[in-house]
């Protein structure tokens, strides 16, 4: 198909607007850096405490020549994604299940807004009694924290599906199974696709948030031990590679969105 001068136009601007957007992103991490340790070496900073760009970069080195940094990245990773899959599955299970039955979604949604308001940090010496002091207490951190997003989110999307559609599709005589496959849960799809995008944070902020309380390894376990230390490098270094993890599995979602819409709109 021949595209018109006035769309090859728009394409271009298109593009051009991609790429100045990606220059400025990393021109300003790149300012940032230098900023950061120009600060540290004139003495601006103290890098003791803040640490710097190269300071950062040789302890990541050390970290990563005697494998420390992959163990414990490696077993963050495992925690945050079991947190992540997990507590995404029971929040939607959960809003299907208070979406399919008015009386249950009366009776327990202020519950659950109860629920999303309460520092999870504090049912922390709750879930060591309950999971013990080993990964399932870390996860199970990780899903409380996005399970009870999950619900919310996809309850609320749920409610808000067309009524004139749920109206027809009555009308033509579909139960709430059909209702639910053909309409609602399609619908829902971007919603979804959205509430994955959140669930990256919250499983990341419940594992970290779980190895500060009883884990002897992993990222968290290097932020508090670098703490107790005074090793300040330490901390950030593990703080970036906190930042690059979570981007990297953000990115992953993000790549998943771009593949289910598609097909979507399809």
């Known amino acids: 198909m021949k595209r018109s001068p006035q769309h090859a136009l728009y394409l271009k601007r298109q593009r051009l607007h991609k790429t100045l957007v990606t220059v400025c992103r990393i021109g300003a991490l790149?300012?940032?850096?230098?900023?950061?340790?120009?600060?540290?070496?004139?003495?601006?900073?103290?890098?003791?405490?803040?640490?710097s760009p190269?300071?950062?970069?040789?302890?990541?080195?050390?970290?990563?020549?005697?494998?420390?940094?992959?163990?414990?990245?490696?077993?963050?990773?495992?925690?945050?994604?079991?947190?992540?899959?997990?507590?995404?599955?029971?929040?939607?299970?959960?809003?299907?299940?208070?979406?399919?039955?008015?009386f249950l979604?009366?009776?327990?949604?202020?519950?659950?807004?109860?629920?999303?308001?309460?520092?999870?940090?504090?049912l922390g010496p709750i879930?060591?009694?309950?999971?013990?002091?080993g990964k399932g207490a870390i996860i199970t951190m990780a899903v409380l924290i996005s399970v009870v997003i999950t619900t919310i989110n996809m309850l609320n999307g749920f409610l808000e599906t067309d009524k004139d559609k749920i109206f027809l599709m009555r009308a033509m005589h579909a139960n709430k199974l059909q209702i639910f496959v053909k309409l609602v849960?399609?619908?829902?799809?971007?919603?979804?696709m959205a509430t994955l995008k959140i669930n990256v944070g919250m499983a990341w902020i419940g594992s970290i948030m779980g190895e500060y309380l009883?884990?002897?390894?992993?990222?968290?376990?290097?932020?508090?031990?670098?703490?107790?230390?005074?090793?300040?490098?330490?901390?950030?270094?593990?703080?970036?590679?906190?930042?690059?993890?979570?981007?990297?599995?953000?990115?992953?979602?993000?790549?998943?969105?771009?593949?289910?819409v598609k097909n979507y709109d399809a």
């Open 54 to 102: 190269s300071r950062v970069w040789s302890t990541l080195k050390e970290l990563v020549a005697n494998g420390t940094l992959f163990r414990h990245a490696w077993v963050s990773t495992a925690e945050t994604l079991a947190g992540f899959a997990i507590g995404t599955a029971a929040g939607y299970a959960a809003a299907v299940l208070l979406w399919w039955n008015g």
């Open 185 to 192: 849960a399609p619908a829902n799809v971007p919603t979804l």
């Open 214 to 260: 009883v884990s002897k390894e992993g990222l968290g376990y290097l932020l508090v031990y670098g703490s107790q230390v005074f090793r300040l490098d330490l901390v950030m270094t593990c703080t970036i590679v906190l930042c690059a993890l979570a981007g990297l599995m953000y990115g992953a979602v993000a790549l998943l969105e771009k593949a289910v």
């Open 127 to 133: 879930i060591i009694i309950w999971a013990g002091t």
């Open 30 to 51: 790149i300012v940032a850096l230098a900023l950061w340790e120009c600060a540290a070496r004139l003495g601006w900073i103290d890098s003791f405490i803040t640490s």
């Open 105 to 122: 979604k009366e009776v327990f949604e202020p519950y659950v807004v109860v629920l999303n308001s309460l520092p999870k940090i504090a």
